[in-house]
């Protein structure tokens, strides 16, 4: 395995992993704030809810192989095939979103809000006051189907 982690120490980064540390990945520069969806395809993939945050694609290197799992005519999800973990959503654009619970702490970030808010499990309810949309978000690199 190559060392992606061999980096200039004074760069800001942040790194993360799959449960069974096959799969590893760094972001150099910053992150966008995690936004959770709601959405039916999360909820099925992630066994609740995804909460993620984003960066853009040429800053994210990924070690190990990750298997990628075609979601829906644009978009695909990366897993560990070891454990399970879903780590990525990638839908080709200029950033990828990446699990926030596949981060190391501390991460330094927080929650922006939810969306597909319409499409959330009715065995909960959102309480903690962020904003709430009931489709995708008009931020820019927003997760969505
Ligand atoms: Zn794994
Ligand atoms: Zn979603």
Redesign the pocket.
């Known amino acids: 395995m190559s060392d992606i982690f061999d980096a200039d120490p004074s760069t800001l980064s942040v790194t993360g992993g799959c449960l069974c540390a096959e799969v590893c990945y760094r972001v150099t520069g910053p992150l966008r704030p995690v936004v959770a ?3 039916q ?2 909820r099925r993939i992630s066994g609740h809810y ?1 909460a993620a945050t984003s960066a853009p694609r040429e800053s994210v290197e990924i070690e190990g192989d990750v298997r990628w799992y075609q979601s829906s005519r644009t978009a695909r999800r990366g897993f560990c095939p070891v454990c399970g973990s879903n780590l990525f959503w990638d839908d080709g654009g200029a950033r990828m979103s990446i699990h926030a619970g596949t981060l190391d702490a501390p991460t330094g970030l927080s929650m922006a809000g939810h ?2 808010c319409a499409d959330k499990g009715d065995y909960y309810e959102i309480t903690d006051g962020l904003p709430q949309a009931p489709g995708d978000d008009p931020m820019p690199g927003t ?3």
């Open positions: 969806c709601h959405c395809q999360c995804v969306i597909y997760q969505g189907g």
